[in-house]
């Protein structure tokens, strides 16, 4: 099965930037979809950004523009990446990675349910 393992997070001033990077290991197959959610004490976890196999890529509009999400699939190893520039304090959240088998189709990228794995989670603060 796959594993998800977000590296630590941390603390940024407003205005900066950071990236996020989650390993994937297991068997994934040739189809799937990669996302980062996030969320908030007493919010529910919401989806930032997607990218499935083919590279197609999509944002939630209150990040357009200032996150990115690629993959690196060099050697054996799959990382997810999150680039976060032009943080924002309403950026705080705890953020995960999560993977869906298949590749999900853009109008259901955000819906939990279409995700089978995910990450224990990373704190970023921005101040």
């Known amino acids: 099965h796959v594993q998800l393992v977000e590296s630590e997070g941390g603390s940024v001033l407003a205005g900066g930037s950071l990236r996020l990077s989650c390993a994937v290991s297991g068997y994934i197959g040739n189809d799937y979809t990669l996302a980062w959610f996030r969320q908030t004490p007493g919010n529910g976890r919401q989806g930032v950004a997607s990218i499935d196999s083919n590279g197609v890529a999509n944002y939630v509009e209150s990040v357009k523009g200032r996150f990115t999400i690629s993959e690196d699939n060099a050697g054996s190893n799959k990382i997810l990446y999150l680039q976060v520039n032009g943080v924002r304090p309403e950026d705080t959240a705890m953020y995960y990675c999560?993977?869906?088998?298949?590749?999900?189709?853009?109008?259901?990228?955000?819906?939990?349910?279409?995700?089978?794995?995910w990450g224990q989670g990373t704190q970023v603060t921005v101040s």
């Open positions: 999560a993977s869906a088998t298949g590749r999900v189709g853009l109008a259901f990228r955000f819906l939990l349910s279409e995700y089978n794995a």
